[in-house]
């Protein structure tokens, strides 16, 4: 049996999150990390991206005379870099975990896969 619950963690998100009742752990965690990085990824949007969406990343672009997805997939590997390092070492930083850094990998991922999908369904 699977229920809904909505905004576990917002209330103002829209889109419910599917609970599997039946003790599968995968798909509950999956459900978890999933919500966890969409409330993140919108409140950090909102805090980095005033100008728009991908205002920063844009002006990241035009700072290093490269692409929106250079620019993304430049962060993104800062953050594997940092992953590599922190699997082998304890971190000098303690606010930012492993974790953390998995969160920021899967949620560049998310921002570069959004990019694309807005760029090429709706070219200027």
């Known amino acids: 049996m699977v229920r809904y619950e909505k905004g576990l963690l917002d209330p103002g998100l829209a889109s419910p999150i599917d609970r599997d009742t039946t003790g599968n752990f ?47 997939i430049f962060r993104m590997s800062d953050k594997f870099s940092r992953l590599c390092n922190l699997l082998h070492q304890e971190a000098q930083v303690k606010e930012e975990s492993i974790e953390d850094t998995i969160n920021d990998l899967i949620g560049y991922a998310v921002i570069l896969k959004a990019y694309r999908s807005q760029k090429f369904d709706n070219p200027s």
């Open 26 to 72: 995968m798909r509950e965690a999956l459900d978890d990390i999933y919500h966890k990085l969409c409330v993140t990824l919108r409140v950090k949007n909102s805090d980095y991206s005033p100008g728009g969406e991908f205002a920063n990343f844009e002006q990241s672009a035009k700072n290093a005379f490269g692409t929106v997805e250079q620019g993304i």
